[in-house]
């Protein structure tokens, strides 16, 4: 899927990217996760009420940003919905 944003966790080596599939991924990228998995989706394709929905549905990830600690991360959609994830 297009990806359409990116950003660096403040302190640690880690990248959100947020795609055209209604995904956001947490990319890690430290020198030990070697052999682990390259990533996590941690959103899928929502629902103003949180189901799963089609992937036919505009709810593209266009923006994202981690909180100035990296304990949270906001993202935006085309739902107009904003969310905002723990890490």
Do not use: Y
Not at 7 to 20: K, R, V
Not at 69 to 85: I, Q
């Amino acid at each position: 899927a297009e990806v359409f944003c990116c950003a660096w966790h403040p302190q640690e080596d880690i990248l959100a990217s947020g795609s055209g599939d209604s995904t956001v991924r947490i990319w890690n990228l430290r020198d030990d996760n070697v052999g682990g998995p390259p990533c996590t989706v941690v959103e899928g394709p929502l629902t103003a009420r949180g189901s799963l929905s089609s992937l036919d549905d505009d709810r593209d990830v266009t923006t994202l940003e981690w909180s100035c600690d990296g304990s949270l991360l906001a993202t935006g959609c085309m739902d107009g919905v904003a969310r905002l994830w723990r890490r």
